[in-house]
T-cell receptor, first 113, second 109 residues
Framework: NAGVTQTPKFQVLKTGQSMTLQCAQDMNHNSMYWYRQDPGMGLRLIYYSASEGTTDKGEVPNGYNVSRLNKREFSLRLESAAPSQTSVYFC????????????FGPGTRLLVL | AQRVTQPEKLLSVFKGAPVELKCNYSYSGSPELFWYVQYSRQRLQLLLRHISRESIKGFTADLNKGETSFHLKKPFAQEEDSAMYYCALGTGTASKLTFGTGTRLQVTL
């Protein structure tokens, strides 16, 4: 039982390049989330998926797209990376509903030059 | 809009001293409050949530709706408590979380 896994662990991109961050969970959770963590700003929600087949914007969605491929997988895509997207990205999942514990992945460190 | 404020970036205490990590929130609805912790080289994990009213690793937190606070307390700090602590506010049916900026707790001998 790996919990929430993320790939890659670290990535360097040039401005304008695109990439997809992968996230998968093996806990049969319905809800999944993408956050970014920047120094002094805590974690901010980018997108979330309350259930398979649905996605919705969070606090900072600009410059990102997501796909809930199936119940297990939730990917985050940067179509044209910008230096402002340099950050640590965390994926999380929860069973469903309010008040539920979120389980986090190990994070992906992204550097955009 | 909801907001979570953790006023201290760093809190340094001696081993055996009491600890209080402050958290204040702003939300017009019924709040769900959590404390998450990130130990060195580990992933972010739940420490406790107000709805459970439980004590984890000696930590407790009481929701004070009048003061809109959810401070984290422990009577006697241990070295292994050194970590980054985040207060989070849950809103809506999808468990969306708004995080504070975090407080680094440093417990020294």
């Amino acid at each position: 039982n790996a919990g929430v896994t993320q790939t890659p662990k670290f990535q360097v991109l040039k401005t304008g390049q695109s990439m997809t961050l992968q996230c998968a969970q093996d806990m049969n959770h319905n809800s999944m989330y993408w956050y970014r963590q920047d120094p002094g700003m805590g974690l901010r929600l980018i997108y979330y998926s309350a259930s398979e087949g649905t996605t919705d914007k969070g606090e900072v969605p600009n410059g990102y797209n997501v796909s809930r491929l199936n119940k297990r997988e939730f990917s985050l895509r940067l179509e044209s990376a910008a230096p402002s997207q340099t950050s640590v990205y965390f994926c999380a999942s929860s069973e469903t509903g309010s008040g539920e514990t979120q389980y986090f992945g190990p994070g992906t460190r992204l550097l955009v030059l | 809009a909801q907001r979570v404020t953790q006023p201290e970036k760093l809190l340094s205490v001696f081993k055996g001293a009491p600890v209080e990590l402050k958290c204040n929130y702003s939300y017009s609805g019924s709040p769900e409050l959590f404390w998450y912790v990130q130990y060195s080289r580990q992933r972010l994990q739940l420490l406790l949530r107000h709805i459970s009213r439980e004590s984890i690793k000696g930590f407790t937190a009481d929701l004070n709706k009048g003061e809109t606070s959810f401070h984290l307390k422990k009577p006697f700090a241990q070295e292994e408590d050194s970590a980054m602590y985040y207060c989070a506010l849950g809103t809506g049916t999808a468990s969306k979380l708004t995080f504070g900026t975090g407080t680094r707790l440093q417990v020294t001998l």
